[in-house]
């Protein structure tokens, strides 16, 4: 099982790197044809309920799923398995389905509700656009059913790269048919949902699931998945809401702070998307096994482990963009329709996200370790609790600071959420006080903030000595992220952050192991 683990995880770092990757060209394709406008501003909106469901609902679905199709798998009873992933699967879509109709009805009181101050011509658009999209939902929620299912027999590949298909789909739209305008953005990016759910039908007959035309509503099984999908859905929700929060307030500001805001959450998640869900992944089965034996060192031992992985990437990350986040931004998105006055607001933006992009990267630790040990209702308290500050805290920050004041909203809550669940950790695993994981975040901290000084300097003084394109500045980008590397894992070895030795040991094992097994071949 553990070899599956790794494998498995490997495989999915590797494929969310590619996703995201896409996922950046995306957003750029975007920028480069359409800009920070009303324009886009409408799309985003109309966007907003698709993505929140693919997001939360989707994570929710593959959370449940996964463990009780796992049961009838270990146990043999295909059968079994087959018919309770098709009465999902049909379920999934009929209610979606309901679901889309009711939501195209409503398209103007939804828009009017995620933003509310949106100017009249803008609101219109948003309308048309959100009864465009909002059938994909339908596509978005099978096509999550589906991932569980594949995922339950250690078949990862094309749920990861499903997203990546989407990506594409949403690339050759905004590259190749702007004639249409946004509103050709807007069904292509429905026909990438229907690619999403499409490419993942090869995977059932791999996996051995047999589709059936049932719907088994009082199964055990499907009873199971209709009580715990809530809990696991507000959990979930929480960052989501919190974007949900800025389009609201973004939209009586400027017009295009809603896209502003978007492509700066974008990049402070790229880290937290390609690493912390592959180190999040790896632990949740040891999570689980550690609190069913409850042994509670082992416990506190690999949330320690996993919580220090996180924070070794995500606190230098956070330090760099903040140093960069201007010619990162003019190196992904200044082009086009997309002009210097954006890059300035979006690094603005940028900057504030940043300071709550360790918490929310270690929030996915901390809420696996409440899921492990069976408490789903604490992380829905504590998340319930934090929009509530993400909301006070906006209406105090919007007016000094624009829509960078809601994103430091968003990082303060994060930052608010992440502190109650460890001190709720700390009182039901009184272990993990032992774990000195506190006194290592310390070190990379202080190894970070070196980094960050020396990136700074470096930087400015290759702005200084080079010239002026794309190609020099992706070299300066490159350069000063380079830099930044070394001088980090320096600091870190000097300071001796054991991690990075754990780390280095890990991958030193694992090129060994690859040498040697070739060797033999």
């Not at 009873?77 to 999902?88: I, K, M, P, W, Y």
């Not at 690619?195 to 995977?203: D, K, N, S």
């Not at 009873?223 to 609201?248: C, D, H, S, T, W």
Request: aromatic share 8%; hydrophobic share 55%.
């Amino acid at each position: 099982m553990s070899k599956n683990i790794a494998k498995a995880t490997g495989l999915i770092l590797v494929i969310n790197m590619i996703v995201k990757l896409s996922g950046l060209l995306r957003e750029t394709a975007i920028a480069n044809s359409f800009g920070a406008t009303g324009v886009t501003d409408a799309y985003l909106v109309a966007y907003t309920l698709p993505y929140f469901l693919q997001s939360v609902l989707g994570s929710a679905l593959v959370t449940v799923v996964v463990p009780i199709l796992t049961k009838y798998w270990l146990e043999g009873s295909e059968e079994e398995a087959s018919l309770v992933g098709s009465s999902l699967i049909n379920g999934v879509g009929i209610l979606l389905a309901g679901l889309t109709v009711l939501g195209i009805l409503v398209a103007p009181g939804l828009v009017h509700l995620t933003a509310p101050d949106l100017p009249a011509e803008n609101f219109t658009l948003a309308v048309q656009l959100t009864r465009i999209m909002f059938p994909a939902v339908i596509f978005m929620g099978v096509g999550m059913v589906i991932t569980g299912i594949t995922n339950s027999r250690f078949n990862f590949a094309l749920g990861a790269a499903a997203s990546g298909v989407s990506n594409i789909i949403i690339i050759i739209g905004a590259c190749f048919f702007t004639s249409a305008g946004i509103v050709g953005l807007a069904w292509a990016t429905l026909i990438s949902f229907v690619g999403f759910l499409l490419i993942q039908i090869p995977a059932l007959k791999k996996v051995g699931f047999r589709y059936q035309l049932v719907l088994r509503w009082n199964h055990p099984a499907v009873k199971q998945v209709l009580k715990e999908i809530m809990p696991i859905f507000l959990g979930v929700a929480v960052n989501q809401i919190y974007f949900a929060i800025n389009r609201i307030f973004a939209s009586g500001l400027a017009e295009g702070s809603i896209t502003i805001l978007n492509y700066a959450s974008k990049l402070m998640n790229l880290p937290i998307g390609i690493f912390v869900a592959a180190v999040a992944s790896a632990i949740y089965p040891a999570l689980s096994e550690n609190a069913i034996e409850k042994n509670q060192k082992s416990l506190a031992e690999t949330m320690k482990k996993g919580m220090s992985l996180i924070f070794l990437v995500a606190v230098p990350a956070a330090v760099g963009l903040i140093v960069l986040r201007v010619p990162i931004v003019q190196l992904l998105f200044e082009r086009g329709s997309f002009l210097p006055d954006d890059t300035q607001a979006t690094a603005f933006a940028l900057l504030f996200f940043c300071i709550g992009l360790v918490p929310v990267a270690v929030n996915m630790v901390l809420t696996r370790a409440y899921y492990a040990m069976n408490d789903v209702k604490r992380p829905v308290i504590l998340g319930l609790l934090s929009i509530v500050v993400n909301v006070i805290f906006s209406f105090i920050l919007i007016e000094p600071l624009a829509h960078g004041g809601l994103a430091l909203a968003n990082s303060l809550a994060a930052l608010f959420n992440t502190c109650l669940l460890y001190i709720g950790l700390l009182k039901k695993v009184p272990d993990l006080r032992k774990t000195g994981v506190l006194h290592s975040l310390g070190k990379m901290i202080i190894a970070a903030l070196i980094m960050g000084v020396a990136v700074y300097f470096g930087n400015r003084l290759l702005g200084h000595i080079g010239g002026a394109g794309t190609l020099w500045l992706a070299l300066r980008v490159f350069l000063a992220i380079g830099l930044g590397c070394l001088v980090y894992v320096l600091a870190a070895l000097v300071l001796k952050v054991n991690e990075l030795y754990d780390l280095w040991e890990m991958i030193r094992k694992k090129v060994v192991k690859r040498l040697t097994k070739t060797a033999r071949e």
